[in-house]
Nanobody, 124 residues
Framework: QVQLVESGGGLVQAGGSLRLSCAASGGTFSTYIMGWFRQGPGKEREFVAA????????RYADAVKGRFTISRDNAKNTVYLQMNSLKPEDTAVYSCAAKPGSWYDGPVHSYSYWGQGTQVTVSS
């Protein structure tokens, strides 16, 4: 069983930056694909970014490509989401998630473990 705890959310002005962290425990972190998802007010949860076991492969939603960067530190059992050039439409609860298996099975769906989420609010 993997436990995930996010941190780093907050209130930021449009154009600003935040870095989210997700600390994992209870599993072998380096064998999990890690992802970030978000759910804005009145919206469905959506995929944001994912990273492979070693960090060599990443994938991003079109809405965040070029602005957000996902990374991981397997020695610290932590995955990060660096968010730059934030927009009001990025306002959401951001959650990290973990899934075992191959990157080639697809990194967007079928995550097994989820954190509680951290609120990100971008003011205009």
């Amino acid at each position: 069983q993997v436990q995930l705890v996010e941190s780093g959310g907050g209130l930021v002005q449009a154009g600003g930056s935040l870095r989210l962290s997700c600390a994992a425990s209870g599993g072998t972190f380096s064998t999990y694909i890690m992802g970030w998802f978000r759910q804005g007010p009145g919206k469905e949860r959506e995929f944001v970014a994912a990273i492979s076991w070693t960090g060599v492969s990443t994938r991003y939603a079109d809405a965040v490509k070029g602005r957000f960067t996902i990374s991981r530190d397997n020695a610290k059992n932590t995955v990060y989401l660096q968010m730059n050039s934030l927009k009001p439409e990025d306002t959401a609860v951001y959650s990290c998630a973990a899934k075992p298996g191959s990157w080639y099975d697809g990194p967007v769906h079928s995550y097994s473990y989820w954190g509680q989420g951290t609120q990100v609010t971008v003011s205009s």
